[in-house]
């Protein structure tokens, strides 16, 4: 079945370690993105990627970093200058550039930081 | 001038009733307004989508209609289940790459 997979789906560090999401997808999708979601108030863009060795920022990209080596991976580091750490980070594939296609998305990691 | 605002922030629904979700935009420029649907512990799932040429789209029990001129578009889910019990996020996309801006969402409880 293709699809996204995130992993792993909980995940807990200590204040202060930089931690790496992973996002994997078998779409053969060009374009790969990493959402953010907080209780209400939905979900925002930290990187996304339109092709293999390129990446932008999105909207809170600031604490975040990622890398794009291969089409199906998209990992997400989640740095120690990240202030508010703990949430719940999607992971979402799209075919390209095309006007509307849909977002995939993984089922997600819910990261919790002390 | 980029945000959705969505509501209601929560929506109790009896079974068979329609559910109604409001979404207003200022930013004329956007093109494409999907909305996704998330189960607890899941991704968002694509649920249908309009663009600004039509007024209306029809997939089932789910009616998406479109304002234009108000800027507003809703989800209407007609005899609403149990099963439909999820958050819904509409959202709005600009220009040629499919950055989406989503609404805040709306948690839906629909009660036997």
């Known amino acids: 079945d293709g699809g996204i997979t995130q992993s792993p789906k909980y995940l807990f560090r200590k204040e202060g370690q930089n931690v790496t999401l992973s996002c994997e997808q078998n779409?053969?999708?060009?374009?790969m993105y990493w959402y953010r979601q907080d209780p209400g108030q939905g979900l925002r863009l930290i990187y996304y990627?339109?092709?293999?060795?390129?990446?932008q920022k999105g909207d809170i990209a600031e604490g975040y970093s990622v890398s794009r080596e291969k089409k199906e991976s998209f990992p997400l580091t989640v740095t120690s200058a990240q202030k508010n750490p703990t949430a719940f980070y999607l992971c979402?594939?799209?075919?390209?550039?095309?006007?509307?296609?849909?977002?995939?998305f993984g089922n997600g990691t819910r990261l919790t930081v002390t | 001038q980029q945000q959705v605002k969505q509501s209601p922030q929560s929506l109790i629904v009896q079974k068979g009733g329609i559910s109604i979700i409001n979404c207003a935009y200022e930013?004329?420029?956007?093109?494409?307004f999907p909305w996704y649907q998330q189960f607890p512990g899941k991704g968002p799932a694509l649920l249908i989508a309009?663009?600004?040429?039509?007024s209306e789209k029809k997939e089932g029990r789910f009616t998406i209609s479109f304002n234009k001129s108000a800027k507003q578009f809703s989800l209407h889910i007609m005899d609403s289940q149990p099963g439909d019990s999820a958050t819904y996020f509409c959202?709005?996309?600009?220009?040629?790459?499919?950055?989406?801006?989503f609404g805040a969402g709306t948690r839906l409880a629909v009660h036997p």
């Open positions: 990627s339109q092709i293999v060795n390129d990446f």
């Open positions: 959202a709005a996309k600009t220009g040629g790459y499919n950055k989406l801006i």
């Open positions: 930013n004329t420029a956007f093109d494409y």
């Open positions: 779409l053969n999708h060009d374009a």
């Open positions: 309009i663009r600004p040429d039509v």
């Open positions: 979402a594939s799209s075919p390209g550039q095309g006007k509307d296609t849909p977002l995939h």
